[in-house]
């Protein structure tokens, strides 16, 4: 015993020494510019990573760090609504380091993400699989919804009953199975319940959209089984003077116009900011004629405030969405005319301590979403959405010590759910959920490995039937091998589980969303996925590479299955929730070369197979095969990027769908970048199915009568001030 206590005790104090012994500390600095003008730029927020470190520059555009510890490290300058910067550096022990930084007004190159482990890093670190769109990215595209903006990612489609609906699949995953947020916290909407609702969220106003491929489980719950898309609006950091940005686009075949606009006043610790916008559109055109009852109109604002005396924050805000679109229907049907009245208020505080000496920092939110919708037949209401939630979450961040950093907290929310009218398909229903989460990382310079778990607990009570509790525990693994200078191996191992949704559980009648007659299980167990996720990466000067493969096995699977028999009275097809063991696997792969310093090829390609494994059935609604090539060239203030997309036919169909045909479409983006000291004016121009090609989406729900937009045209302006 005495041996085996001095051997403990001599292995303690080696950790102990390891870890505390002292390193002689360095400088680092550099300067910040605007790579098109060459201008200084100040109020530039640059962080170090790894040590979750930040300054801003100052007028002449330098910054400095001191007492920085030898090692290696990232670092990374960020400005509103402006693609980072990113660098990485080598510092020696009592050395001073230079990094200096180019803010490029372009797409990104590299990215970071704050989605994947709650902590920024960048997407090639990332033990998930992450994809990231930013403002420049997004306003050149123009989108109307978060689905359309996303659609042609690597390993996203787009789910659609109309263009006003759409919403992100990722994998082939849909529905409850997809989180979707706004700076990291939901937006209680009602989009996963059904296809004929759409996400109330303006992404012209997004600074950036980051997409988690695969579970996710592990920080944001069970509805994250699929993957999460978190849309950021930034305002997380103080700055002097004023920030801004105003869009106006426009464009063809839809009639569509509209704007956004934002402005930041900041000083050293407060920071005001504001923002609104709306669009409209009308019906849209196809090959075949012009898809009657397609319009869409949104409206948005937001408010906020923020201090941040020193190392403690604290800032709230209110916003306000409005979106308003109509459902196609089947030309058999035109005598009925169905939209879709959508608003939501959200009201959010968040607070803690950053940067702090101690081991840990905090964070802590609150989340209020009133949320409502009513569906308008013929003119009329003819049924009410209204949820309410009530959303908390708490996180600590351990300042990383040695080889180990990490994160742990808690998360809750309560719901109520309500619908009154023709199609109230579930009861008023109470949901309550809490959970507690730890995530961890142990850094050994050349290997990291990751790792963490979840327990959570969703309980449903609803009104005249039996309440239902579900526990679950979540649990990921994962680890990142270097290969060589630039390239990566990486692999995750997830276990997660899902409990059933309200609609799943409780749904009893005609639904226009799925155009069936859907009756619910409130007998469904819980699910459980057991998935891996092999990742091999390369990033260098002229050549970035990702190839992706994943496999995941989902006991009691959660599908809606059409019976083959209809209900008299509404005409729709008797559809019963159900479960069954399924697989889904694929692949992703990405290929972007530098054949010249501003030219740059970029290939893409993404395939998933989803099977009931029993029967070896198809899954309904699986994305085909798709791939993409493009050419991302820059000269001075000009950016063009013509691109092909194309997607094989799809006819590995689920009994009751039908084949959609394989398509190629042609699209180019232009935009020319006139760049100021402290402004830059970005004019951009997006012309998409230059062919006027006919295709169908096979995810879409009325692809038989409604295929997609036809050619046309939109136009971008841009002004970003700072």
Same mark, same amino acid.
């Given at each position: ?6 051997i403990?005790l001599?292995?303690?104090l ?6 505390c012994?002292?390193?002689s ?22 962080s ?40 990485t ?32 890093e ?69 989009? /996963?319940? #059904?296809s !004929? ?6 992404? *012209?106003?997004? =600074?950036?959209? &980051?997409? +988690? $491929? ?20 930034g305002?997380d ?51 075949t ?13 937001a ?13 709230? /805000?209110? #916003?306000? !969405?409005h ?5 196609? *229907?089947?030309? =058999?049907?035109? &005598?009925? +005319? $169905? ?43 003819g ?11 708490g996180?600590f961040?351990?300042r ?63 009104e ?6 579900f ?13 060589w ?93 159900s ?87 042609f ?55 700072f």
């Amino acid at each position: 015993m005495t041996l085996r206590y001095n051997i403990s005790l001599l292995i303690t104090l080696l950790l102990l020494t390891s870890v505390c012994f002292a390193q002689s500390s360095g400088t680092l600095r550099g300067v910040v510019t605007l790579e098109l003008s060459g201008s200084p730029v100040h109020n530039v927020k640059v962080s170090i990573l790894q040590l979750k470190r930040a300054v801003w520059t100052k007028e002449d555009g330098r910054y400095e760090f001191s007492n920085v510890p030898p090692g290696r490290y990232t670092v990374v300058a960020h400005l509103d609504r402006v693609p980072d910067a990113i660098t990485t550096v080598e510092l020696s022990a009592g050395a001073t380091g230079t990094a200096d930084l180019k803010l490029q007004l372009e797409p990104l190159k590299m990215q970071i993400t704050v989605t994947a482990s709650g902590s920024e890093e960048t997407t090639f670190d990332s033990i998930q699989s992450v994809e990231t769109l930013g403002s420049l990215e997004l306003a050149q595209k123009n989108p109307l919804t978060l689905g359309e903006a996303l659609e042609n990612e690597t390993g996203v489609a787009k789910r659609s009953l109309g263009p006003g609906s759409t919403r992100p699949v990722i994998r082939g995953f849909d529905g409850d199975r997809v989180l979707v947020m706004v700076d990291g916290g939901r937006i209680g909407s009602l989009a /996963s319940q #059904s296809s !004929d609702h759409g996400e109330p969220i303006n992404v *012209l106003a997004a =600074e950036k959209v &980051e997409v +988690v $491929r695969g579970p996710a489980t592990l920080l944001y719950g069970s509805n994250a089984a699929g993957g999460v898309v978190n849309v950021i609006t930034g305002h997380d950091s103080p700055h002097e003077g004023v920030h801004g940005y105003l869009t106006g686009v426009g464009g063809t075949n839809n009639s569509q116009a509209g704007g956004s606009g934002g402005l930041e006043f900041g000083t050293q610790s407060w920071l005001l900011w504001l923002n609104g916008g709306g669009q409209r559109t009308n019906d849209y055109k196809t090959p075949t004629g012009t898809i009657t009852n397609s319009f869409t109109r949104s409206y948005d604002g937001a408010v906020g405030l923020g201090w941040y005396p020193g190392k403690a924050f604290v800032n709230t /805000s209110y #916003s306000y !969405d409005h979106p308003r679109y109509g459902i196609p *229907l089947e030309p =058999e049907e035109p &005598e009925e +005319v $169905r939209v879709l009245n959508m608003r939501r208020h959200n009201i959010r505080a968040t607070g803690g301590f950053h940067d702090l000496d101690s081991f840990l920092s905090f964070r802590a939110s609150f989340n209020y979403n009133d949320y409502q919708h009513q569906e308008i037949p013929n003119g009329v209401i003819g049924a009410v959405f209204k949820n309410k939630t009530y959303l908390y979450d708490g996180m600590f961040d351990q300042r990383k010590k040695g080889r180990w950093s990490g994160s742990f907290g808690y998360w809750g929310m309560h719901r109520d759910y309500a619908a009154t009218g023709e199609e109230t398909l579930s009861p008023p229903t109470l949901q309550n959920a809490v959970a507690a989460f730890a995530l961890e990382t142990f850094d050994l310079r050349r290997i990291i490995f990751q790792f963490g778990g979840r327990i959570e607990r969703n309980g449903f009570k609803p009104e005249g039937l039996s309440d239902r509790s579900f526990n679950g525990a979540s649990a990921a693994a994962g680890v990142r091998i270097p290969l060589w200078e630039g390239g990566a191996f990486v692999t995750n191992y997830s276990h997660s589980y899902r409990a059933p949704a309200i609609e799943e559980l409780y749904n009893n009648g005609p639904h226009d969303g799925t155009l069936l007659f859907e009756i619910g299980d409130a007998n469904l167990k819980r699910e459980l996925n057991d998935g891996i996720d092999l990742s091999l990466r390369h990033s260098t000067g002229r050549l970035r590479a990702e190839v992706n493969y994943y496999y995941y096995h989902i006991r009691d699977f959660v599908f809606l299955a059409p019976t083959g028999e209809f209900d008299e009275e509404s005409g729709f097809e008797i559809a019963n929730y159900s479960q069954g063991t399924s697989r889904f696997q694929g692949t992703e792969a990405k290929l972007d070369i530098g054949v010249h310093r501003n030219i740059w090829l970029n290939f893409a390609t993404d395939y998933v197979k989803a099977n009931l494994t029993a029967s070896d059935t198809p899954l309904p609604r699986i994305p085909p095969w798709r791939g993409r090539f493009g050419i991302d060239a820059d000269y001075k203030g000009l950016h063009v990027k013509p691109e092909v997309i194309m997607a094989r036919d799809q006819d590995r169909i689920f009994p009751t769908e039908t084949r959609t045909a394989g398509y190629t479409t042609f699209g180019l983006i232009a935009a020319y970048t006139v760049a100021q000291k402290h402004a830059a004016h970005i004019f951009s121009v997006n012309a998409f199915n230059l062919g006027d090609r006919l295709y169908r989406n096979h995810v879409s729900l009325i692809k038989e009568f409604a295929p997609e937009i036809g050619r046309g045209v939109r136009f971008t302006y841009t002004l970003r001030f700072f």
